[in-house]
């Protein structure tokens, strides 16, 4: 390993570590994004991971333009994350360090803030937010919003264990006394999700963490890279084995500093956000991913006291109670839609109400605390089918949870949001009279799909809608539900509207069984069906 020369001066302010493998065409824009940073960045310690694409050789060439550069050389890639990071540690003489990733930039004034609150409040660890850029639309979605509204002092994670949610490394400033005289480290070699275990480390020892609400790091999420990152490459059963170890690494760092409750609140978090996470992906996996993640789950699950799991939210909890009740997967579609952003409870309804079960030849699987649930708490489920003709309309019906919505009064208003994905304007929004239905378990009704004002508002090129419906009850509750998506009425079809007289709208299925329209208009319509029919007709024959 070769380590270039040291700053002149580095007794004050932050050294930013960046770790690299064959990253040469991107590696640039993260130290470009260090040094902007000013005074408050002492030193910037690159990590070439062996690299064989010309990364070290890019480090060099910045390297002799800008003193405040230093780059180590690995002469062996370390399979992983976590030891490059160690070498910055351990190379670095600034009073405290930051992560960055050769992909990822740092937003200006980011290193600034942070040292600014380490300073005045004495923080060991100081935190701030994280966007998700997805590149190359450039839409930016903050993570864990709900952590960094406002400037905060803890003493201690127990004060805020939701700060446990954010498994995150790079989007923290870490005084580095803190780190060697913890021996804080991240794990060697081919850990994946090494940040898990670390930043857990960091939480059990840390007794004063300062939180800003400034955004600190741009996570750039590129998902048509040729190796994508370790958190979008789900695919392999090999990448939930890992998680699950990264987490139980986790819990173990929190019950070797006796914090109990932080290592319970952990099991808990990966009942709320891990688990769910996969459980959406789980009816698209091949069936022998899907036996063996059940078989790995349900050990993991296994190992959770009572208490840990109740702790959990009502979807998380019920999931969690029938894959243990469960030796082989079952129900997939049923649990992906209760694990989605916008939980569903699909039918059938078992049991009475006042003691809720997940099915008939399933009773273990309560579906406890439902009542104590607020009305917008409700995984209620409203199907949405789109039919097409001289006008389009959208069949909405609202099915009765439990006698829940009954007691609510029933359902007195309702209007569906078409929300555009990128959130960037307001989309349409169409009212829906409701009435029950013939059988009393639901309500329905039918509206026209305001198409040309989504085209109007997606300009002429292609937007993507996803549908909402806003429900109003007699109590003066209210409720936003997920449309799901029913299989009737998704595929390709031409409607009239637009400025060209004609529409394509491409009636789609998510991953959580939301329902989404695409629209394009005019020429992008029919050279999509033209580019479509040729594709069919000169489609050799099987």
């Known amino acids: 390993m070769t380590v270039s020369p040291q700053p002149t001066d580095a007794s004050e302010g932050v050294s930013v ?33 062996a690299s064989t694409d ?33 070498d910055g540690i351990a190379a670095a003489i600034a009073p405290y360090v930051m992560f960055l990733d050769s992909d ?16 005045e409040h004495g923080a060991e660890v100081t935190v701030g937010a994280a966007v998700r850029r997805e590149l190359p639309e450039g839409r930016e979605v903050r993570w864990q919003p709900g952590l960094y509204r406002q400037a905060a002092v803890h003493e201690g994670a127990e004060q805020h264990p939701e700060l446990l949610r954010d498994t995150l ?32 480390g960091v939480l059990a020892v840390a007794s004063r963490i300062a939180v800003i609400p400034d955004v600190v790091y ?46 319970a609140a952990c099991r808990t978090k990966f009942l709320d956000y891990d688990l769910g996470m996969y459980l959406r992906e789980l009816p698209s996996r091949d069936a022998g991913y899907q036996r063996d993640w059940w078989r790995l789950t349900r050990a993991y699950l296994a190992g959770f006291e009572a208490g840990e799991r109740a702790a959990a939210s009502a979807p998380a909890r019920w999931a969690a109670a029938v894959i243990l009740a469960c030796e082989a ?38 579906l406890d605390g439902i009542g104590a649930l607020t009305t917008a708490e409700l995984p209620l489920t409203a199907d949405g089918t789109v039919h097409t003709g001289r006008r389009t309309t959208l069949e909405l019906r609202v099915h009765e949870l439990y006698g829940r919505i009954e007691a609510a009064g029933g359902v007195c208003s ?65 409720a936003v539900v997920a449309l799901r998506a029913m299989e009737g009425s998704l595929g390709r079809r031409l409607a009239r509207g637009g ?31 033209v580019r479509r029919r040729l594709r069919k007709s000169f489609r050799p024959p099987r």
């Not at 040094?35 to 991971?49: F, K, N």
């Not at 999420?221 to 084995?241: D, F, H, M, P, T």
Request: proline share 5%.
């Open 218 to 263: 741009v996570w750039n999420v590129r998902r048509a890279a040729r190796q994508v990152s370790i958190s979008l490459a789900r695919k392999g059963i090999a990448n939930w084995e890992s998680r699950i170890a990264a987490h139980a690494k986790a819990v173990e760092a929190f019950a070797k500093a006796d914090r109990k409750t932080l290592a």
């Open 169 to 200: 490394c790079v989007n923290k400033l870490y005084r580095r006394d803190f780190l060697m005289a913890n021996q804080l480290r991240f794990p060697e070699g081919k850990f994946v999700y090494e940040d898990f275990a670390f930043t857990a």
């Open 329 to 366: 997967p079952r129900d997939l579609d049923r649990l992906a839609q209760l694990s989605a952003a916008h939980p569903r409870l699909l039918p059938p309804y078992t049991g009475p109400a006042a003691a809720p079960v997940w099915s008939d030849d399933l009773p273990e699987a309560a």
């Open 499 to 529: 400025r060209y007289g004609v529409l394509l709208v491409r009636l789609h299925r998510t991953s959580s069984g939301s329902l989404s329209v695409r629209l394009a208009s005019g020429p992008h319509a029919l050279a999509g069906i």
């Open 104 to 119: 990822d930039v740092l937003p200006p004034g980011a290193v600034g803030a942070l040292l600014a609150a380490a300073e």
């Open 414 to 478: 309702a209007a569906v949001d078409f929300v555009p994905r990128d959130g960037v304007e307001a989309g349409a929004t169409v009212p829906v009279a409701l009435s029950r239905t013939a059988d009393a378990q639901g309500w329905c009704g039918r509206a026209e799909v305001p198409l040309e004002q989504l085209a109007a508002r997606g300009g002429r090129s292609t937007g993507i809608w996803e549908a909402q419906a806003r429900l109003g009850f007699a109590d003066g509750s209210q």
């Open 17 to 49: 570590v960046v770790i690299a493998y064959n990253d040469a065409e991107l590696v640039g824009d993260a130290i470009t994004s260090a040094l902007a940073q000013g005074p408050a960045v002492a030193e910037v310690i690159a990590v070439d991971d």
């Open 54 to 86: 010309g990364t070290g050789a890019v480090l060099d060439g910045l390297a002799r333009q800008e003193q405040r550069l230093r780059v180590i050389h690995r002469q062996d890639n370390s399979g992983g994350c976590g030891t490059p990071r160690n």
